[in-house]
């Protein structure tokens, strides 16, 4: 009799190996464990799984259900230990465990600096530390920003460069709703980041030693350096940047969320559109091979390095790595025979990425990705089985449209999550401007392959940057037609669960199963009833949130729903910290647009949900303001805190963003040795009182 083991492991399909392994993964990183209680628990239970082995036949089958269980958990400590050991601050090697101040940090450039609006920047890898005569080798990553000095400009990828300058460790603004740029960061093994000026930084000349990474980024800039020759125009030729090699740092932002707003923005994401495409050409190109014997075998290996180099060179992004998985899959069955269920390949090739990099789990391109291939092969065609068109050419505006459906309904809930908002156009965009950019593609492709051809390569050139106009002035007519945007959303991640239950109950019910319609009530039912509990309790809300904007200082006083904002200049008038920091908040907040927008004067005083608020922005005038709730410090006043203390007594002092930071140190060191309570939003992140 086989063992109850291999029966499991060969009857279950991938999905059942995933599930406990990615349950491993999001318990490392909410509860994280030490690496030697990951192995311990391994080992327990692998252990355990052998002496069921020495067990008889009879004793096994009894068992089996233990077995599996077992079975089960050395998958989930798996997970668990994967994730612990690609955390890079549990590295033995990582920089952060062995650098001190004053040691000088050898670092070799991973890309060519990039231009931002106040200084250049680079990502880095940390090779050395050196402190006197000592070497010590390193790893992890780092943020370079060099300040804007004709030298940092000529600075390349694989550079390598030597400073003693302290390293800062990468916080998040911690405002409500904002953007978590540290998790970001950490996901992509990155914890610090410095500035440097021409005098901090020194270059070691010599010779670059060859690494695969820098030889696809030395062609990857070549491609973009024919993009850019041949598409005269800076802003068309950023989107076909973006449209081939997934490269968004010369992509015009407002154009970007122009294809944001109306749902077609992973057309510029390079996923597994983009490589679908790539493999039908080849399918094409390569299609003889397979006539012959002789040549069989090197169809699948030519398609294969031709999908994961052009995968590479795009990046190595979590959507695309995972169209190059499907299709190596796919291919490697046809190959040798085997027709194997597209469920299984999609769980397999998440069980594969995950093992690579656990952290892609939170990768929001990774969860659309698998998302909208998943509802592709769920719904399209019973979709598509609906309406029967004989026309060939409306019969293929009918499948894309089927496909466009199809695609959105399981990726629609993690958008409204992510994004907070829903593209209402999305199927008109989708139809016009999918084949287009399927177009541009295979056009872009051309030109890089024209490129030794100067006249070919200009004609191809003129060519895309007239279709790629097109497509923009498509897609930015779309984006103001009325009701274009439902923007505003906000649901919670047990919102999103429930929506995945309603659509799995309506899919049951497609196949005629009867518990799908039991299914989609309790999913619908209980998305109201928390839809209905987050409003009642945004009803309820009272709370003063100090921001956590560098340069600006922004007091948001809410009630209920409503709220009004005090801010200085620089919070009320810049763009930025309108769209990043306030829209955020009041997403999460479910807040109206604000009574008031009002600057902050000298000093000011006022009563707000039954606590006592005093702003302090100007030297203090001699006024005794008595008992305070809280005490808010901004701009850059002439004060010192034992004066302070002399017209007020604060419950809590908070340093605003427009503090410089050298005088919030010294208000925090007084404070401190005051004994009052101070709290600074630049070192710490939004400040928030809850009423």
């Known amino acids: 009799m086989q063992p109850s083991a291999d029966l499991f492991l060969a009857r279950a399909p991938f999905i059942k190996l995933l599930l406990p392994f990615a349950c491993g993964i999001l318990f490392c990183f909410y509860h994280p464990l030490p690496v030697t209680g990951c192995m311990t628990g391994l080992l327990v239970s692998g252990l355990m799984v052998l002496l069921f082995r020495m ?192 490269y968004r740092d010369d992509l015009d932002k407002s154009l970007l969320q122009s294809y944001t707003d109306t749902g077609v923005v992973h057309v510029i994401a390079v996923s597994g559109m983009h490589l679908g495409l790539i493999y039908w050409l080849l399918e094409l190109l390569l299609g003889p091979l397979l006539k012959r014997r002789q040549t069989r075998w090197l169809h699948p290996v030519l398609v294969l390095t031709v999908l994961w180099t052009f995968s590479l060179l795009a990046g190595g992004a979590a959507s695309i790595v995972r169209a190059a998985v499907m299709f190596t899959c796919i291919l490697l069955g046809k190959h040798f025979g085997r027709n194997v269920s597209v469920y299984n390949t999609l769980a397999a090739s998440a069980f594969l990425l995950l093992g690579y990099n656990p952290w892609w789990l939170w990768d ?21 089985g609906l309406i029967t068109v004989e026309n060939k050419l409306l019969n293929a505006v009918w499948q894309l449209i089927a496909i466009s459906i199809a695609a959105q309904v399981l990726t629609t809930p993690l958008s409204i999550y992510h994004f907070h908002q829903f593209p209402v156009y999305f199927l008109i965009s989708n139809l016009l401007v999918v084949p287009l950019s399927s177009g541009i593609l295979i056009g872009t492709l051309l030109l890089v392959a024209v490129a030794p051809f100067p006249a070919i390569a200009a004609a191809t050139g003129v060519l895309l940057r007239g279709a790629i106009v097109w497509m923009n002035r498509i897609i930015e007519n779309l984006e103001h037609y009325p009701f274009a945007l439902w923007k505003g959303l906000q649901i919670s991640m047990a919102q999103v669960l429930l929506l995945y239950v309603l659509i799995a109950g309506v899919a049951l019910l497609l196949q005629q199963r009867k518990t799908g319609l039991w299914m989609a009530v309790l999913g619908l039912s209980g998305f109201i009833v928390l839809r209905g509990l987050s409003f009642y309790q945004a009803n309820r809300q009272s709370k003063i949130i100090v921001y956590n904007s560098s340069g600006s200082s922004i007091i948001d006083f809410i009630n209920g729903r409503d709220h009004f904002i005090l801010a200085d200049t620089a919070g009320l008038q810049d763009p930025a910290i309108a769209k990043n920091t306030l829209e955020p908040s009041a997403i999460r907040h479910r807040l109206r647009q604000p009574e008031a927008l009002r600057h902050i004067r000298g000093d000011e005083r006022l009563l707000f949900g039954g606590r006592s608020v005093l702003l302090i922005h100007a030297p203090l005038n001699g006024t005794r303001y008595g008992k305070a709730d809280l005490v808010v410090l901004t701009g850059n006043p002439r004060l010192y805190i034992s004066r302070l203390l002399e017209v007020v007594q604060p419950r809590q002092v908070v340093i605003g963003g427009s503090v410089p930071a050298w005088k919030a140190r010294y208000w925090q060191q007084d404070c401190d040795a005051l004994g009052v309570p101070c709290y600074n939003v630049v070192n710490k992140g939004a400040f928030v009182m809850t009423l």
Not at 151 to 158: I, S
Not at 200 to 212: A, E, H
């Open 364 to 384: 929001v391109g990774f969860q659309l990705s698998y998302a909208a291939v998943l509802g592709i092969v769920i719904f399209y065609r019973p979709l598509y």
């Open 55 to 246: 067990l008889g036949s009879y004793q096994r089958l009894k068992l089996q259900m233990l077995q599996t269980v077992l079975i089960l958990l050395i998958l989930f400590f798996s997970g668990i230990l994967i994730a612990a050991l690609k955390d890079t601050g549990n590295r033995r090697s990582w920089f952060g465990r062995h650098y001190a101040p004053g040691m000088y940090l050898v670092t070799d450039l991973e890309e060519q600096p990039v231009e931002k609006s106040r200084s250049y920047k680079a990502a880095a890898v940390v090779k050395q530390l050196i402190i006197n005569d000592s070497v010590i080798r390193v790893n992890g990553k780092m943020i370079l920003y060099f300040k804007k000095e004709p030298g940092h400009r000529q600075l390349n990828a694989g550079d390598r460069l030597v400073f003693k300058k302290e390293p800062q460790t990468i916080r998040s603004t911690g405002n409500p709703g904002a953007f978590d740029y540290r998790l970001y960061a950490r996901f992509n093994g990155i914890t610090h980041q410095v500035y440097l000026t021409g005098q901090d930084v020194l270059k070691i000349k010599g010779p670059q030693p060859f690494s695969v990474s820098l030889w696809l980024y030395r062609v990857r800039a070549s491609i973009l350096a024919v993009l850019k020759e041949y598409i005269k125009t800076p802003r068309e030729a950023g989107l076909a940047e973006a449209l081939l090699m997934g």
